[in-house]
């Protein structure tokens, strides 16, 4: 009887939710404004690669005068200038519309600025004159150095490649950190996505006054799993419904939208790291699913819970405020507090296990405190509910719920016949 009715409750549940006109809304909202964007990235890149192939092709006369004697007739002759008799000369040739530009090389272009003057093409294209003007000068420069090595390494063109050990093994470095920023993402696209479903999912029988015909047939230990069961098929369905467009956008149009290939090769999967990514993110979801389940079973109304619910939400952002001392001094007092602390622990484990800086024995402290404490809220919000599910007009004294015995709490929850 028990599990039929909780695959009952798991099913009206998931379907209640699904099947409302808002869910898809709020659902669908994110997946079409990214393809909105897309799109709009997709038109900006083809214009901005036609504008960007007339521009490499359009060329404009121009004058020149050298008081440094570093710039190469021949360079400036390949380009289609020629010399002016003066700076004045040169000025006077662009107001007039002689040419479309001058530039007056100083004496020391490396203290002196170089003066472009042109004709107003509007605030974008007018940077191509002073672009021109510096090319010329280091062609011109490095036409004048013999050496091919001595040229790269004056233009910066010098790579470098580093390698670190970690016991002894080659660390992944960036490569390792970026699949276990991956369970971080996941993190907050459930919590703040499911949020107000995992406060509504007890608070709205309560508001509608079914839940003691509810109770009459269904265990709430039963009626509260369900409904948890159901949010987490709920958050499968919205990822689902997220990840589509990305996925056709890198599968179809990768190139347009100028999105990097991904190589899954050169990342770094660390099996202790995944793991405990895992272990952290099902117990942080566990713990505030919970909380939130338990706090609709106290307040009457959702207006009554929405500041506690806010205060929630800003505890898994107020991390974020330190994530400077999280990567570079996990040992700092306000980080460890942070880690240990339940409500702000899974994000600040996760970043911290990402970036190597979580200690096996405290990613295992961690682990346990958010399970052992999600199943202690979990007991507690049955409980919660059972009694809070006839309190329309008041909260709950936990106080209250808590000093009941298991067999008056069970005669105060029945509905009087």
């Not at 530039?103 to 605030?123: E, H, R, S």
């Not at 970026?178 to 509504?200: R, T």
């Not at 990097?260 to 952290?280: A, C, D, K, R």
Request: aromatic fraction near 12%; hydrophobic fraction near 50%; avoid cysteine.
């Amino acid at each position: 009887m028990a599990r039929r009715n909780l695959g009952t409750v798991v099913r009206f549940e998931f379907i209640r939710t699904i099947a409302k006109r808002r869910f898809w809304v709020a659902t669908l909202f994110v997946p079409v404004l990214l393809i909105i964007v897309f799109a709009l990235v997709f038109v900006s890149n083809s214009s901005t690669k036609s504008s960007a192939e007339a521009q490499k092709n359009a060329h404009f006369s121009f004058q020149y005068t050298d008081e440094s004697g570093l710039v190469s007739p021949e360079i400036v002759a390949s380009l289609g200038g020629t010399r002016a008799s003066s700076q004045e000369a040169g000025v006077a040739a662009v107001k007039a519309g002689d040419v479309d530009a001058y530039f007056a090389y100083p004496a020391d272009p490396a203290k002196q600025t170089i003066q472009v003057f042109g004709q107003d093409n509007g605030l974008f294209a007018n940077g191509k004159y002073s672009s021109v003007a510096e090319s010329i000068l280091q062609s011109s420069v490095e036409q004048k150095i013999d050496s091919p090595q001595t040229t790269a390494i004056l233009q910066g063109s010098v790579n470098t490649n580093t390698v670190t050990f970690k016991d002894g093994e080659v660390s992944g470095g960036f490569n390792a950190v970026v699949p276990a920023l991956f369970f971080l993402v996941i993190f907050y696209i459930v919590i703040l996505l499911l949020g107000n479903q995992m406060l509504n999912s007890t608070l709205e029988e309560k508001e509608n006054r079914v839940t003691e015909m509810i109770l009459t047939t269904i265990n709430p230990t039963s009626l509260i799993i369900g409904k948890i069961v159901s949010l987490f098929m709920v958050g499968l369905v919205q990822m689902l419904v997220f990840a589509i467009p990305t996925v056709l956008a890198y599968l179809f149009f990768r190139q347009q939208l100028n999105i990097p290939e991904l190589n899954l090769s050169q990342f770094t999967f660390n099996p202790q790291t995944m793991i405990i990514g895992v272990l952290i993110l099902l117990g942080g979801f566990s713990l505030f699913t919970g909380t939130l389940v338990a706090l609709g079973a106290v307040m009457p109304t959702a207006k009554d819970a929405g500041p506690i619910f806010g205060a929630l939400m800003i505890l898994i952002f107020i991390p974020f405020y330190t994530v400077t001392l999280v990567v570079s001094d996990p040992n700092a007092f306000i980080v460890q507090v942070f880690t240990f602390f339940p409500y702000s622990a899974p994000v600040t484990a996760l970043l911290r296990n990402a970036f190597g800086t979580l200690p096996l024995w405290q990613a295992i402290f961690v682990i346990v405190e958010l399970f052992v404490l999600s199943a202690i809220v979990l007991r507690l919000a049955v409980r919660l509910f059972r009694y809070g599910s006839i309190e329309y007009t008041r909260k709950v004294s936990i106080r209250d719920v808590l000093s009941r015995r298991p067999a008056t709490e069970a005669r105060t929850a029945e509905p009087s016949r």
